[in-house]
């Protein structure tokens, strides 16, 4: 079942086409780049205020990968970056749930982070709200090292708080439904706010929560005006 899972990246480990050299045979490295997400930004989710902030990185890293392969091909290296989402839309998702490049998968083996049970990457400092992007190029690059162990610390927030149900706990990362994600995000875009992100929101993880250990990012009531402002359904 395609839909299902069993662990990010297996049917990127499975299909040779994935991997950079395959698809760039003067491939020799890849850079990955990272921005974060903010706390309350996110903590308001789904709605238009974590919406722009979604399609404000989208358009920074686009702009920095772009810069990045500018430089190198410059300087007279091969270059070219893969966009920070890597497919056309969600309709497209349902069809084949792979993205062209996983940035995930190339964050963890560049040292950025470690794979959460979330099939998202978990960072030192901000956990799993991180949006990605890579360049790959032939020019050679001392790699930095992995992430030793592992920064998920299994705490189930994010299984029990998926509003689409996504994950099974039969293992570490659960098995994830990806249909089923994607169908939520569908319906949410539907309704004028989305993506989801509640799997980033509530991970613990991340030195940028600690700001946030004694006070709520957002109070009760400020979480349903954002929600409500700029929606298409009712609260």
Partial sequence: DRSVSRGLGDVYKRQMEYRPKSILPWARSVVVMGIPLYVPMIATTPSMVYQELYNTTNRILDDMAYRMTGFLTGNGYRAMYFP???YSGMDALL????????????????GLGTIGDSHNLITPEYGPRVRMVSVVTDAVFEP???IDGDLCIHCRRCLK???????????????????????????????????????????????????????????????????????????
């Fill in 84 to 86: 920070r989402d890597g």
């Fill in 95 to 110: 069809k084949d749930p792979t993205a062209a490049f996983s940035h995930v998968l190339a964050a963890y083996y560049a």
């Fill in 144 to 146: 930095d090292d992995m």
């Fill in 161 to 235: 708080k998926c509003p689409a149900g996504c994950f099974t706990d039969d293992g570490r990362p659960y098995s994830m439904d990806m249909e089923r994600c994607t169908e939520h995000h569908i319906e949410l875009k539907k309704q004028g706010h989305w993506p989801c992100g509640v799997c980033i929101k509530v991970c613990p993880v991340g030195k940028d929560m600690e700001l946030y250990r004694d006070v709520a990012p957002v109070s009760p009531e400020g979480l349903e005006h954002c929600k409500r402002k700029g929606s298409l359904s009712t609260h």
